[in-house]
């Protein structure tokens, strides 16, 4: 139902796997980067999830400077989650098992700038339960997905290779 392409913009862009998706009717929700940005031209704002911070804007922020425990000392909920990861709840028995993750959130600089994405995220997960709750809504987001997502269908993409790399003629169906 619902496709998470969720990397930070500019980092690692989202590829061709959330394009298959949406062409099963899945609705995307992602940062605007990769793959994401094509879909979003295809479905339309009102069919697809867009959160977090832009290209541009991560530029932006790196360069005046990242401060990700700020984020985390002002945000109860994000410090609230990110705690609890680094607890053993999730590996009981496994002390410490996921030290290494909370280390490099809270002291190794959040290189790929979850904290700054987290508020944004969760917004948007909002808007997602509540289309989720409207199935008119979802059905209708869904088929409009599948629908529009021809650009990306393989046959005009072999169309388009053969025509306009490869030189090759359609050859008659007999």
């Known amino acids: 139902d619902l496709s998470e392409q969720i990397s930070t913009a500019g980092k690692e862009a989202s590829g061709t796997g959330n394009m298959k998706l949406a062409l099963n009717g899945a609705i995307t929700i992602g940062t605007l980067d990769g ?6 031209e295809e479905v339309g704002d009102e069919n697809i999830f867009i959160f977090g911070l832009t290209v541009d804007e991560v530029e932006a922020l790196w360069a005046r400077g990242y401060h990700p425990k700020q984020i985390y000392y002002a945000d109860e909920e994000l410090r609230a989650v990110v705690d609890w990861l680094g607890s053993d709840y999730f590996t009981p028995g496994e002390h410490g098992a996921f030290a290494p993750v909370h280390g490099s959130l809270v002291h190794g600089g959040d290189p790929f700038l979850l904290f700054a994405d987290f508020r944004s995220y969760c917004e948007c997960q909002a808007r997602v339960s509540a289309a989720y709750r409207d199935p008119a809504k979802w059905a209708r987001m869904a088929i409009l997905n599948t629908a529009r ?11 388009e290779y053969a025509s306009e790399i490869w030189n090759l003629q359609p050859m008659p169906v007999p």
């Open 35 to 40: 793959a994401n940005v094509e879909i979003r």
């Open 149 to 159: 997502m021809g650009k990306f269908s393989s046959d005009r993409a072999i169309r």
